[in-house]
C-alpha cells in the first residue's frame, strides 16, 4: 500500500486507474479518474488529502482518497477519513475502488498499512455501500483478521430500480392523490408550450445542456447565495472538463426537461465506467420561474418513465442525496443503506482507543435521552398549567 500526495503521481496512474473503475467489485464513478482528476487539476490539490493505492506488479487492485482529520477538543483522535464522502461539495459516495476478484487481498493490504502507523490513527470509512458486495468483504476481513471496528450510525437514500410499468413504479412510491397530482402538473405545462424531455446525444449537445446547466443553477437561489458551479470560476471549469471527458467515455447522462427550447429543470448524472446502467446523480437544478410545477421532480418523473419506456439506458440509480435529506426522494421507491466505520490497528492502542469512543458514544445518548425526557415532562407541566 501506497499513500500519494502529490497530482502528479495520480495522474501517473492514468490508465491502471480507468481500468481498475472498469473491473471495481462495486462502483463509485466520483472516484474514476474522469470525475476525481478534473476536480483536483481545477480545484487543486486539497488540504490533508493522500490516495491511498494497492497495487500488484503493474495492475491497481485499490484506490481510496482520504482526508487527514487532526485531533480537536471535541475529537480527539487523528484519522484518515474516506475524501469525498457525503458532506464534501462535490462527491456523495465513499466506496473504495476494489479489484473485483482481488479485493479481499486489497483490503488486507490496507489494514496492514494501518496496523504498521502508516496511516497514522483510525481509518474512517463513511458514506460507503453498506447493502452491496463491498460491504459484505468489508465484514469478512474484519473479523478473519479480528480487526477493531465501531459502526457508526448509517443513513439510507433513495434507489431507483424500475418495474413491469411506470404506473406500477408509481403506484409503489406515491399515494393516489399524488399520482393525479403529477399528471395534472405535466398536463398544465404541456399545455404552456412545446414540452420536450431530451438526453444528450453527443458532443455539441453535451456541450449546450452544460453551459445551460451552469446558466439555470446560477440563476436561481444556488447564484444568490454563492454557491452555484458557475459561482466559482475553477468549479465552472472542472464541470465543463468532467463533462466533456465522461461524455467521450460515454459515461455521462446529461438529461433536460425543456418548454418551447426553455430548459425547465436539467440533471447530470455519471454511469459507472464497468456497467453504464447504473447511474449516480451528481446535480440536478431548474429554472425559478417554474417552481409552481416543481420542475426538479417533474424532470424525475420524465426521466423514470423513460427509463421505463426505453428499458434503457438506466436499470439501476442512486440519488445521492445528502445525510437527512431522504424526504426529497419522493419519486425514487427503493432504498439504500449507506454506512459508517471506524477501524482501528490491531493491538492495545487499538483495542483502548474503540473502548473509549464507544464509552463517549454510549454518555452523548444517555445525555441526550435525559435532555429529552425533561424537555417532554416540561411540555406537559405547561400543558396542565
Not at 503521481?9 to 492514468?14: I, M, N, S
Not at 421532480?297 to 439501476?316: I, S
Request: with cysteine; net charge positive; charged share 30%.
Amino acid at each position: 500500500m501506497r499513500l500519494l500526495e502529490r497530482i502528479e503521481e495520480v495522474r501517473a496512474l492514468r490508465p491502471r486507474w480507468t481500468d481498475l473503475a472498469k473491473r471495481a467489485l462495486e462502483p463509485n464513478p466520483f472516484y474514476e479518474e474522469s470525475f476525481l482528476l478534473p476536480l483536483l487539476e481545477h480545484r487543486g490539490w486539497i488540504p490533508g488529502l493522500s490516495v491511498a493505492v494497492v497495487q500488484e506488479s503493474e495492475q491497481l487492485l485499490g484506490f481510496l482518497p482520504l482526508i487527514r482529520r487532526r485531533p480537536g477538543p471535541i475529537d480527539p483522535v487523528l484519522r484518515q477519513r474516506a475524501a469525498f464522502a457525503p458532506d464534501q461539495p462535490y462527491g456523495f459516495l465513499g466506496t473504495p475502488l476494489l479489484d473485483r476478484c482481488k479485493a479481499s487481498h486489497a483490503l488486507h493490504a490496507l489494514f496492514d498499512a494501518l496496523d504498521d502507523g502508516a496511516l497514522g490513527g483510525l481509518l474512517e470509512l463513511v458514506g460507503y455501500g453498506a447493502d452491496g458486495p463491498f460491504s459484505e468483504v468489508l465484514a469478512e476481513v474484519l473479523a478473519g483478521r479480528r480487526q477493531p471496528s465501531l459502526e457508526l450510525d448509517s443513513w439510507r437514500r433513495g434507489v431507483f430500480r424500475p418495474r413491469a410499468c411506470f404506473e406500477s413504479y408509481l403506484r409503489d412510491c406515491l399515494a393516489p392523490r399524488r399520482i393525479r397530482e403529477f399528471h395534472r402538473l405535466r398536463r398544465r405545462l404541456e399545455a404552456a408550450g412545446g414540452l420536450r424531455f431530451e438526453r444528450a446525444g453527443c458532443a455539441t449537445s453535451t456541450y449546450r445542456l452544460c453551459e445551460r446547466f451552469l446558466e439555470v443553477e446560477r440563476a436561481g437561489w444556488k447564484g444568490r447565495s454563492g454557491t452555484a458551479i458557475a459561482s466559482r470560476e475553477a468549479d465552472a471549469n472542472f464541470f465543463r472538463a468532467m463533462c466533456s471527458r465522461r461524455a467521450e467515455e460515454g459515461t455521462l447522462l446529461f438529461e433536460a426537461l425543456e418548454l418551447d427550447g426553455r430548459p425547465v429543470a436539467l440533471s447530470v448524472a455519471l454511469l459507472a465506467s464497468g456497467d453504464p446502467s447504473c447511474a449516480f446523480v451528481f446535480k440536478i437544478t431548474h429554472d425559478e420561474d417554474f417552481r409552481s410545477f416543481g420542475p426538479g421532480l417533474l424532470l424525475e418523473f420524465f426521466q423514470f418513465e423513460a427509463y421505463h419506456a426505453d428499458r434503457g439506458p438506466v436499470r439501476w440509480a442512486d440519488s445521492c442525496t445528502g445525510q437527512g435529506r431522504e424526504h426529497l426522494d419522493r419519486l425514487w421507491a427503493d432504498r439504500r443503506v449507506l454506512g459508517h466505520r471506524l477501524i482501528a490497528p490491531r493491538g492495545v492502542f487499538g483495542a483502548a482507543t474503540l473502548a473509549t469512543l464507544r464509552a463517549a458514544r454510549a454518555a452523548r445518548r444517555l445525555a441526550r435521552r435525559a435532555a429529552d425526557d425533561v424537555a417532554r415532562s416540561l411540555a406537559r407541566s405547561r400543558s396542565h398549567a
